[in-house]
């Protein structure tokens, strides 16, 4: 069993910066360990080899990154987030002439998707933008086919149910040889791309971002950039969603956003305030 020390892994992350900009030096670093092991035994490969590699190869860069990203998702991931979303963000979509929504960490759009069917449900899909980025491109070629596998569908009923869907999942969806494709109507108002969070620059674009069960890889630091990335890019009085055990509570910017509930992770950034 190959195993990386504590300077190699430190060197793997300057070599994936140098070649594709992204700072793993500051993401959970156990997990990092972890997924570069099993990337390096799955290739049988020494860290050495590894780290020459990618210094000589964007493309094989990616597939490291591609490897040790943590794609785990699910439609209606905690059901509860998504039944409060409709109460306490909904009513203030209502009379907005357009909707842009922003997936930090997408991951392969089962989040975005679960979004896109709740807003049809309230009749404001028609008006809505939802973009989805995440590092890992194969992910995103992912969300792009908009299908999943009927168990994976069957698997995600009860959590639809609970987050207070209005008609049956299944409808939203042909299913064909075991594959269920998710219906165009859905799918139109969806765009996914392969990008850096750090590098989103709309300011002041989004209506709502949401970047659930993403910030937990990272350590304070890069999480403090990310939420400034959020705040620049979020309208006055939009909306910031985490995941159940993230917060802004530890960030800079913490004073900048109103907790409207704290339970559900739901932020909203306060209207008159500026980034010094
Ligand atoms: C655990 S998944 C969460 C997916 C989804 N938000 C959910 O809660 O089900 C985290 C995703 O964040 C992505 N990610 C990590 N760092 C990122 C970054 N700097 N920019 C964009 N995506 C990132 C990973 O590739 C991974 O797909």
């Given amino acids: 069993m190959l195993e990386v020390t504590h300077n190699e892994l430190n060197e793997i992350c300057d070599a994936l910066e140098s070649r594709l900009g992204i700072r793993f030096h500051h ?5 990092l360990k972890r997924r570069i092991e099993r990337f390096i035994n799955l290739k ?5 080899s590894l780290i020459k590699e990618i210094k000589k190869s964007s493309d094989y860069a990616q597939q490291v ?12 991931r905690n059901p509860e987030f998504f039944a409060a979303m409709q109460k306490e963000v909904f009513p203030h979509f209502q009379k907005a002439e357009s909707i842009s929504c922003w997936h930090a960490g997408c991951s392969s759009g089962e989040e975005v998707y679960s979004l896109a069917i709740l807003l049809q449900e309230h009749g404001l899909l028609k008006k809505s933008k939802l973009t989805g980025w995440d590092l890992n491109p194969e992910m995103i070629a992912k969300a792009q086919r908009g299908s999943i596998s009927e168990r994976q569908l069957n ?3 009860d959590a639809y149910f609970l987050a207070n869907g209005q008609s049956h999942l299944q409808d939203y969806f042909t299913t ?21 969070i750090l590098n989103m620059k709309n300011p002041e674009d989004f209506d709502m ?44 910017f913490a004073n900048r956003f109103e907790e409207l509930d704290p339970v ?3 932020f909203q950034k306060r209207i008159d305030d500026d980034v010094e």
Avoid: W
């Avoid at 049988?44 to 050495?48: F, G, Q, S, T």
């Avoid at 943590?70 to 439609?75: G, I, K, L, P, S």
């Avoid at 890889?217 to 890019?233: I, T």
């Fill in 27 to 31: 993401y959970a670093r156990a997990s």
């Fill in 44 to 48: 049988n490969r020494k860290p050495d």
């Fill in 65 to 76: 990154v591609n490897a040790i990203t943590v794609n785990v998702t699910e439609m209606f």
């Fill in 155 to 157: 698997a995600f009923l």
């Fill in 176 to 196: 064909r040889s075991g594959v269920s494709f998710l219906h165009p109507e859905i799918i139109q108002s969806c765009c996914f791309e392969a990008g850096n």
């Fill in 209 to 252: 971002i949401l970047c659930r069960n993403t910030l937990i890889y990272f350590d304070l630091a890069l999480q403090d950039e990310v939420v400034k990335v959020f705040y620049e890019n979020l309208k006055p009085g939009g909306f910031l969603c985490l995941g159940e055990k993230e917060s802004i509570r530890f960030t800079s």
């Fill in 264 to 266: 559900n992770k739901i």
